[in-house]
């Protein structure tokens, strides 16, 4: 079954940082992949998407994420951390061709000053 | 963009009463539409996909019975917890496709006493 692994519970970064959140994923075809971003008692953002074509995605407030087929991963990355990133993020995979998502268990992100 | 609404946002109601939950679809028309579940501080699991016209499919080890999923029009589900329970206690969010993506409500927070 398709199925993603957020490895990091909690990252703290500082401001102004650079911030990588993995992501590795369990499927045998090419998989859609997303990174969705979460407030405190919120719902879920999309920050961008992965279906093909070129692996460096490019996404809303900053952030990329690239897709390595070799290594079964789908990274998230920003260069530069603000404090409003501070939030949890989850990576998710479709689960069927029918918009059904299995999302990894996220990933805290904490920014000091 | 999709907008997907959800209401209330946040519901506090006595062990043993029911509470129904509201998922629409603002600007466009969603045949169908998914419910998940998120415990504090874990990820959402898919409960089960509501589908227009039609009975929602449940995943496995979801009470149909506790969890009643309604698709009455193409831009409005509900999601009613019978007979709620302590342990019913949770974030419910909803989510629409469109435009080739998951669009997610901001969450229902329930709170069982």
């Known amino acids: 079954a398709q199925s993603v692994t957020q490895p990091d519970i909690h990252i703290t970064v500082s401001e102004g940082a650079s911030l990588e959140l993995r992501c590795n994923y369990s499927?045998?075809?090419?998989?859609?992949l997303f990174w969705y971003v979460q407030s405190p008692g919120q719902g879920l953002q999309l920050l961008l998407k992965?279906?093909?074509?070129?692996?460096l995605v490019q996404g809303i407030k900053g952030f990329e994420a690239e897709f390595k087929r070799s290594q079964s991963s789908f990274n998230l990355r920003k260069p530069s951390v603000h404090w409003s990133d501070a939030a949890e993020y989850f990576c998710?995979?479709?689960?069927?061709?029918?918009?059904?998502?299995?999302f990894g268990a996220g990933t805290t992100v904490t920014v000091r000053a | 963009g999709a907008v997907v609404s959800q209401h209330p946002s946040r519901v506090i109601c006595k062990s043993g009463t029911s509470v129904k939950i509201e998922c629409r679809s603002l600007?466009?028309?969603?045949?169908?539409m998914f419910w998940y579940r998120q415990f504090p501080k874990q990820s959402l699991m898919l409960m089960a996909t509501?589908?227009?016209?039609?009975?929602?499919?449940?995943e496995q080890g979801v009470e149909k019975d506790k969890f009643l999923i309604n698709h009455a029009s193409l831009t409005l589900s509900t999601l009613t917890v019978t007979s709620a329970h302590p342990e019913d206690s949770s974030f419910y969010i909803c989510?629409?496709?469109?435009?080739?993506?998951?669009?997610f409500g901001a969450g229902s927070r329930l709170t069982v006493l």
């Open positions: 989510s629409a496709p469109g435009a080739n993506v998951l669009t």
């Open positions: 499927y045998g075809a090419t998989p859609y």
């Open positions: 992965y279906f093909s074509g070129d692996t």
């Open positions: 998710a995979v479709v689960r069927d061709d029918d918009y059904k998502l299995s």
């Open positions: 600007d466009f028309q969603a045949t169908t």
């Open positions: 509501s589908n227009e016209g039609s009975k929602a499919t449940y």
